[in-house]
């Protein structure tokens, strides 16, 4: 009898472990990219405006050199639950990274090549609102499927942004990130806490 009681106790520690990984620290994480983006992408537009140096348009850069310290600080901060995942979990994580470096390779390839102003800034926002809508989902969590949509509309509708308007496109990253980003992330966060 011991025995199936010890079973039990495994098996629902296991699940407790399984649930908890369904609800990523995700919630920390999508309104820290989100302000990232916002505030990188806010400052660029605003030294181009005023500067028009090409130097500005290579800020974007400071994301991933403050983000992925961050992030990495924030996942060792909660290492005791990130060793079992499940699938939707996996899903999730499976596409920030392909979309991390679709940002990363992306932005280096347009900046070089000099064709950010077509491609790259809508390509970023719509990344930034799919990436919500697919975590939104996984998560089951409403607010994150509906700004993703609106962050994906953003992006989409940013690629008519041409010729003397394409720097106003990083504010289309700037609102994308706040409707898909920061306003979901911050109210998952807060019905995690709530227990909700």
């Given at each position: 009898m011991e025995e199936n009681f010890d079973a039990l106790e495994v098996i629902a520690r296991t699940r407790g472990k399984v649930e908890l990984d369904s609800v990523p620290t995700g919630g920390k994480l999508?309104?820290?990219?989100?302000?990232?983006?916002?505030?990188?992408?806010?400052?660029?537009?605003?030294?181009?405006?005023?500067?028009?140096?090409?130097?500005c348009l290579w800020l974007w850069v400071l994301i991933p050199a403050v983000g992925v310290p961050l992030m990495i600080l924030f996942i060792r901060k909660d290492r005791d639950r990130t060793h079992m995942r499940t699938r939707e979990s996996r899903l999730v994580l499976d596409y920030w990274i392909f979309a991390a470096c679709v940002f990363g390779l992306g932005g280096l390839l347009f900046g070089f090549t000099g064709?950010?102003?077509?491609?790259?800034?809508?390509?970023?926002?719509?990344?930034?609102?799919?990436?919500?809508?697919?975590?939104?989902?996984?998560?089951?969590?409403?607010?994150?499927?509906?700004?993703?949509l609106a962050g994906a509309a953003m992006g989409v509708c940013s690629f008519t942004l041409q010729g003397e308007l394409?720097?106003?496109?990083?504010?289309?990253?700037?609102?994308?990130?706040?409707?898909?980003?920061?306003?979901?992330?911050?109210?998952?966060?807060?019905?995690?806490k709530d227990g909700i």
């Open positions: 999508f309104p820290l990219w989100g302000w990232l983006a916002a505030v990188v992408y806010s400052l660029e537009f605003l030294l181009w405006q005023l500067l028009h140096q090409e130097w064709i950010y102003e077509v491609v790259e800034n809508p390509l970023m926002a719509l990344l930034m609102g799919v990436g919500a809508f697919i975590t939104g989902g996984a998560l089951r969590f409403r607010p994150m499927v509906v700004g993703g394409w720097a106003w496109q990083m504010l289309a990253i700037v609102a994308s990130a706040a409707v898909a980003l920061i306003i979901p992330g911050h109210l998952y966060q807060k019905s995690v």
